[in-house]
């Protein structure tokens, strides 16, 4: 049985539906810090079956406990943690707080149960502000708010545990930018307020939500002067997580893997990939850059196919089309429904 934290969210309910699809069990395990039990009952829905859920914190270790006195756990999917790059700014303390104390829980109640293999969602954000594109693994790292600090030190902690003791599998995946949605329009990305993120704003703006996109900075060094991203589907990146859990019980050192596309769109691309595919037209304005934001990242990730067998197979169109298909079917996400 494979425990997924965090699997309530975004990431977590995507990757619940690819591992029933390939007939792996799991039970998730989630405080709904930001998500909902309707995201269960929609992954529900689509699988056929119930959801195994144990409602928790990751730093709370009775509640950690209780889930390996009930299940077999063999190995667990470590998707639990706060992702706002702008409010770690203005709550560090809650954020290595909950990523990286949650962390170091989970792992010493794995570690008392005997259960020693983990895959971990880490980010591109590890790799700051890269000198060039493609990115790949050996890239030096880097970067410049609390939340990707929690990144870095807990890629670190998870390298230190298994220095310490070798029967530690660990896996760390450094996701590019997730978009897209479930094909069945039922499960989606749901952020709480106004987003921070291009894709559900975009998609709010579409759907009448919002007034106008902002397009941050049309002075970079790009195509087009806009941003350029590495956006890949939530399916594709699911499965990157069963490929990862099938892969993880022949390792023999910790195994650290970029998974993007390789391809590098930018934020007026994106606008009209999503204008085409939605017959929508998105107003946009110039405004100034985003502090901390950068011009250019894109992986390579080729190291992802040799090791994992893994390869994106979805394109930009198909984000959009997914994407809009949830956010018009479902303006105020799980809310209301
Ligand atoms: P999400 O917020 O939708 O999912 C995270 C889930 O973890 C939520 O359901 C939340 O309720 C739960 N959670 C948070 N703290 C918890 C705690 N202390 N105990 C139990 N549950 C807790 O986010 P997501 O986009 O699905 O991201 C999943 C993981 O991937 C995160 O670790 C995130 O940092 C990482 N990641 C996300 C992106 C992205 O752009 N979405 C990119 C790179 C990495
Ligand atoms: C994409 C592009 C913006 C919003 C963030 C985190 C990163 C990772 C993924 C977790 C940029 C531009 C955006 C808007 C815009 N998360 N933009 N108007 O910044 O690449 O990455 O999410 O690990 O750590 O930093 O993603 O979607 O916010 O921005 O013009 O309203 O869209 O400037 O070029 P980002 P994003």
């Known amino acids: 049985m494979i425990l997924v934290t965090g699997g309530a969210g975004y990431i977590g309910s995507h990757t619940c539906i690819e591992l029933d699809n390939e007939g792996l069990d799991f039970v998730v395990f989630d405080n709904l810090c930001n998500s909902s039990k309707e995201s269960l009952k929609r992954v529900s829905q689509i699988i056929g079956k119930d959801v195994k859920f144990i409602e928790g914190d990751i730093r709370n270790e009775t509640d950690l406990q209780k889930i390996f006195d009930l299940y077999d756990i063999d190995s667990v999917i470590h998707f639990a943690g706060l992702k706002a790059v702008g409010e770690s700014i203005e709550k560090p303390l809650a954020y290595y707080d ?26 591109a954000t590890v790799y700051g502000d890269p000198h ?42 450094r996701y590019f930018n997730p978009i897209g949605a479930h094909k069945s329009g039922l499960i989606g990305e749901d952020p709480n307020g106004i987003p921070n993120n291009l894709m559900p704003y975009i998609s709010q703006t579409a759907v009448g939500k919002l007034e106008q996109l902002s397009v941050f900075g049309d002075d970079y060094d790009t ?10 589907h939530v399916v594709d990146l699911a499965e990157g997580h069963v490929k990862a859990i099938e892969k993880i019980d022949s390792l023999e050192n910790v195994l650290t893997v970029n998974l993007g596309t390789g391809k590098g769109y930018s934020v007026l691309d994106i606008v ?5 595919v939605s017959e929508k037209k998105i107003p946009y304005k110039i405004t100034a850059r985003r502090n901390g934001d950068i011009a250019k990242c894109f992986a390579d990730p080729s190291y992802a196919k040799s090791v994992l067998g893994w390869e994106a197979k979805r394109s930009i169109d198909e984000m959009c089309e997914d994407s809009w298909r949830w956010q018009s079917k479902n303006p105020n996400g799980y809310k209301n429904n």
């Not at 195509?223 to 890949?232: A, E, S």
């Open 98 to 123: 909950n990523n990286v104390i949650g962390t170091i829980k989970l792992c010493e109640v794995m570690a008392q149960n005997n259960c020693k293999k983990i895959v971990f969602s880490s980010s």
């Open 132 to 173: 060039t594109t493609p990115i790949t693994e050996d890239f030096p790292l880097s970067t410049t708010n609390p939340y990707g600090r929690t990144k870095l030190f807990i890629e670190d902690i998870l390298k230190d545990l298994f220095t310490s003791d070798h029967e530690w599998k660990v896996i760390l995946l």
């Open 223 to 232: 195509h087009d002067g806009t941003g350029v991203r590495d956006y890949i």
């Open 272 to 276: 009209k990939a999503f204008e085409k």
